[in-house]
């Protein structure tokens, strides 16, 4: 009786430790994809500004051009 016991108890143990593993993996990969996110918005926000900082310089040299 002791043997089935013991046998069930490395199994809930094993069961609990797969589990906790599985959603450790699935926070990081969430964390990873939240990251990508972040550098992917943060590229898109300089490429912006150096199209808008170019855009600018280019109104501005028309404008000496034109005077």
Known sequence: MMGILDDAKD???SAGRHISEKAK???E???DALD???ADAKVAKAEAERDSTE???EARKAMR???
């Open 11 to 13: 199994l809930a143990d």
């Open 25 to 27: 993996d699935l926070r």
């Open 29 to 31: 990969q969430a964390s």
């Open 36 to 38: 990508g996110a972040k």
């Open 55 to 57: 855009a600018k310089n």
């Open 65 to 67: 051009d034109a005077g």
